[in-house]
């Protein structure tokens, strides 16, 4: 087949401003510990399909580390290897690539170490406590997600500037979210829109077509090539979320809305599924996941699943974490997967969590979607539980039963986001982001990891223990007291004890053990937390 060039004015670039450092290959420069580097190559695209071409670079180190990276196109004549570490010192890289043009290109640049107290790295699983999430330098890490499946669409008509990603993100990073859950494209859904949303057009992204990571649109789809604006933009989103330390969950795929997708493992499917590995995987804060609910058995198989496992395998030189949204596909093959994802939305969300805990006792387990889809101004997807103390419950006894959860807001939901909580009127239905501020800040004072579930110890109420004598007992509003005299008779009588409103974030005074059973200060007006500490 002839080569033919790619048609450059289909490939517009966003002036960047994504605060990822670059520089022209030759440059020998220095750059911190995590911070993402991308090193640049020209090189004219005269091939048909600039996008499939193999292309990437060995990184070695003074010390003996050695890392190869996949380089991907970036639109014109650009090239980019995108690159981070944890290893300080001096580096030496040198490409190698299916392109002459591309070929034996070498460099050298040192890594220092960070200065962003803030930074500590990519999330990682330890082999010694394999239930728990920590940073690449050993910090525990606290996940309170938050999905938010149409961030993509956020000012991606401002080539600019990005005010209304930065306005929902310094909301979600003041109040301790720290993940977002989200797709790499979404389109439409199934349900009934709101129609409020007429007065509101600033928020409703349900049927914009100007926005689509291949050319065309979603309705009339091009599937040849990927639009590399589209791409760029998220440079930028994914950028500010690691400034704010913010991680990124992000979904591939969704199979069950409006999206138009290539033909599975067609050309154009492999080409898009593999950019995303390529171009995102230099960033410390990116867990992959596959598909959010994965299972569309029209598209999607579990053969199909399995490979695309396999592709992220041989293409992440970082090996970041990765999952499915799929619990059926977790609990058969997870051995395949970093994270137990489930989707359960039960009444007995508890037991059930300690279930699938027990169930996988070398895996973080990551309760995706529990059904709390709390009540905004506008209705998205209402779910089964709407009231936000009754969906923040259920994130308490998920966290109780020793596995991590997400908050679910349908005013940034499926394609409803709402950027400018702060400057809506009064009356108007806001998130309750305090809550899981509070939540947050409960688990670092008395560290998430270091807490298991102890049965034994629980009556009507919930319990964690560290092992050494710290018991959390937590109680809905509804509880009336706690009865102590389920802690061993030692614990029961000694130390001292505190109550914390889950609601406030408020804390009782410390008081020493008393006879009898220790009633909640705040009985049927906030759920508590009983902490009995030495």
């Known amino acids: 087949m002839k080569k033919v060039s790619v048609i450059l004015f289909l490939l517009v670039s966003f002036n960047s401003f994504s605060n990822i450092d670059k520089s022209d290959y030759a440059k020998k420069i220095t750059i911190e510990q995590w911070q993402v580097h991308d090193f640049l190559f020209k090189a004219t695209p005269n091939v048909r399909n600039p996008f499939i071409k193999n292309f990437e670079a060995t990184f070695k180190s003074e010390s003996g580390e050695q890392i190869t990276v996949p380089g991907f196109y970036n639109g014109g004549n650009e090239w980019i290897v995108r690159f981070s570490t944890s290893k300080i010192g001096k580096w030496q890289f040198v490409t190698q690539s299916a392109l002459k043009s591309l070929r034996n290109k070498k460099g050298s640049f040192s890594v220092i170490p ?50 209304k990603t930065a306005s929902l993100l310094d909301d979600l990073q003041k109040n301790n979210l720290n993940q977002i859950v989200t797709t790499v494209y979404s389109f439409g859904a199934k349900w009934k829109r709101d129609p409020k949303l007429d007065d509101y057009p600033e928020y409703d992204y349900s049927n914009d077509l100007s926005i689509f990571p291949f050319l065309g649109t979603n309705k009339m789809p091009d599937f040849r090539l990927l639009n590399v604006a589209y791409f760029q933009q998220m440079d930028r989103t994914i950028a500010m ?40 995987q230099a960033f410390p804060n990116v867990v992959w996941d596959v598909a959010k609910e994965a299972y569309d058995r029209k598209r999607c198989s579990t053969a199909y699943i399995l490979e695309r496992l396999e592709r992220i395998k041989k293409l992440d030189a970082y090996k970041r974490l990765k999952t499915v949204h799929e619990y059926d596909f977790c609990i058969k093959h997870p051995d395949k997967v970093d994270i137990i994802s489930a989707q359960n939305w039960s009444a007995t969300i508890y037991h059930d969590m300690l279930g699938v805990k027990k169930a996988f006792p070398n895996k973080p387990i990551f309760n995706i979607e529990h059904g709390g889809y709390t009540k905004s101004e506008f209705e998205v997807f209402p779910g089964d539980y709407v009231d936000p103390e009754i969906s923040l419950r259920r994130n308490y ?52 990891n270091e807490f298991t579930p102890d049965l034994k110890s629980n009556n009507s109420g919930y319990t964690l223990t560290n092992n050494k004598g710290v018991f959390l007992m937590y109680l809905p509003k509804y509880n009336y007291q706690a009865s102590i005299f389920y802690l061993s008779p030692f614990f029961s009588k000694t130390g001292t004890y505190q109550w914390f409103n889950t609601l406030t974030g408020e804390y009782s005074e410390v008081f020493q053990f008393k006879k009898g059973n220790f009633m909640n200060p705040w009985y049927n007006k906030a759920d508590a937390i009983l902490i009995r500490t030495h």
């Open 241 to 280: 979320m690691k400034e704010r330390n913010i991680s990124l969950h992000l979904m591939i795929y969704v199979w069950n809305k409006l999206v138009n997708w290539p033909d599975a493992e067609t050309e154009a499917d492999n080409m898009f599924f593999d950019y995303i590995i390529k171009r995102y």
């Open 397 to 448: 006894m998920i966290n109780f039963s020793g596995t991590y959860s997400t908050y679910y807001w349908q005013g940034t939901s499926w394609y409803v986001m709402i950027h400018d909580i702060e400057n809506q009127p009064k009356g108007f239905v806001k998130p309750k982001y305090e809550y899981y501020k509070n939540f947050v800040n409960f688990f670092k004072k008395y560290p998430f």
């Open 114 to 163: 960070t200065k962003n107290n803030s930074e500590h790295g990519g999330i990682i699983v330890k082999p010694e406590n394999p239930q728990y999430f920590y940073y690449e330098d050993g910090t525990p890490y606290m996940q309170m997600a938050y999905e938010c499946d149409w961030l993509f669409a956020l000012d991606f008509e401002n080539k600019k500037a990005a005010p």
